[in-house]
C-alpha cells in the first residue's frame, strides 16, 4: 500500500511517521508514504497557487491549475491510485470506510488549505470525499493524517495483535468497555473485582454491560442501532 499526501505543506505531515507504531510498519515495508506539492506543478511565474474566489465571498481558493497537473501526473504514474479529497463539505469519515480503504493498493490524500479548493477539481478527480467531523480546520492535512492513520491500523500486519481490531468499539456499534492496567489498586481507585477474579465469562458480561453504559452516556443514538440491529438478529 503506499499513501500519497498532496499538500502544500508536507513539513505539517512527515513527522507523523517518525516515531512508534507508523514508523515500524514503514520500516517493515507494510505501506510507504510520498508527497507531492501542487506548487511545483504551478505555471504561475511565482509559483502561485491561489486566487481569490469568483463571485465574491472572503479569502483565497485554491487555484485549479497546479492541482489538475499535480493529479494528472500522479494518475499517468498509477492508473490505480484512488483520490480522496479532505473538506469539511463531505460524508463523514468512519471505521467501516477505514476497513475498506486498507484493500486499495494506493491512496492520494488531497489537502486544500486558505478558504478551500476550486470545485472543478473535485469534480475532476475525486473517487471520495471525507470529513472528519463538524468543525472547521485551517486545513486538509490534519484529517488526511487521521484518515492515513485509522486506514493503516487495518493493514495486515500493522498492529502486533490484530485480536485488537475485532472487540474496538465501532466494530459493533457499541463503545468498547474500559481498560485498565496495573497496579490493581491505585491511590484510593481500584479495577473493578470482578476484572480481578479471572472468570472469563462474568468479566465479558460486565465489560457488555459497561459497553452498554458508556454507549447510552456518550452515544445514545449508537445504542440504539445496536439494540435495533440486535433485535433484527434474534
Ligand atoms: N478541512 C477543514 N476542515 C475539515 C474537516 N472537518 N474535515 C476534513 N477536512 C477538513
Known amino acids: 500500500m503506499k499513501?500519497?499526501?498532496v499538500t502544500l505543506f508536507a513539513n505539517l505531515v512527515e513527522g507523523y511517521f517518525e516515531d512508534s507504531i507508523l514508523k515500524r510498519a514503514i520500516?517493515?515495508?507494510?505501506?510507504?508514504?510520498?508527497?507531492?506539492n501542487p506548487r511545483d506543478f504551478s505555471?504561475?511565474?511565482?509559483?502561485?497557487?491561489?486566487d481569490t474566489a469568483v463571485g465574491g465571498g472572503a479569502g483565497m481558493v485554491m487555484n485549479p491549475q497546479p492541482l489538475y497537473d499535480s493529479l494528472r501526473d500522479l494518475k499517468k504514474r498509477d492508473k490505480d491510485v484512488h483520490i480522496v479529497f479532505l473538506t469539511p463539505v463531505a460524508k463523514p469519515f468512519r471505521q467501516n470506510d477505514a476497513k475498506r480503504l486498507a484493500k486499495k493498493t494506493h491512496i492520494a490524500f488531497v489537502s486544500g488549505r486558505y478558504e478551500g479548493i476550486d470545485?472543478?477539481?473535485?469534480?475532476?478527480?475525486?473517487?471520495?470525499?471525507?470529513?472528519i467531523g463538524d468543525y472547521i480546520l485551517t486545513g486538509g492535512?490534519?484529517?488526511?493524517?487521521?484518515?492515513?492513520?485509522?486506514?493503516?491500523?487495518?493493514?495486515?500486519?500493522?498492529?502486533?495483535?490484530?485480536?485488537?481490531l475485532s472487540v474496538e468499539s465501532f466494530e459493533t456499534s457499541l463503545l468498547e468497555a474500559p481498560s485498565?492496567?496495573?497496579p490493581k489498586?491505585?491511590?484510593?481507585n481500584s479495577v473493578p473485582s470482578e476484572y480481578l477474579k479471572g472468570n472469563?465469562?462474568?468479566?465479558?458480561?460486565?465489560k457488555l454491560a459497561l459497553s452498554e453504559c458508556k454507549t447510552k452516556f456518550f452515544r445514545p443514538e449508537q445504542l440504539l442501532k445496536h439494540r435495533t440491529r440486535k433485535s433484527y438478529e434474534k
Open 119 to 131: 470545485e472543478r477539481v473535485i469534480e475532476e478527480f475525486a473517487d471520495e470525499v471525507f470529513s
Open 185 to 188: 489498586n491505585y491511590e484510593e
Open 3 to 5: 499513501f500519497t499526501f
Open 141 to 164: 492535512e490534519l484529517a488526511s493524517l487521521v484518515l492515513c492513520d485509522a486506514i493503516s491500523r487495518n493493514i495486515e500486519g500493522v498492529l502486533g495483535n490484530s485480536d485488537s
Open 200 to 206: 472469563h465469562s462474568k468479566i465479558r458480561s460486565l
Open 27 to 36: 520500516e517493515k515495508n507494510l505501506f510507504f508514504v510520498d508527497y507531492l
Open 43 to 50: 505555471d504561475n511565474k511565482h509559483s502561485k497557487v491561489d
Open 180 to 182: 485498565f492496567s496495573k
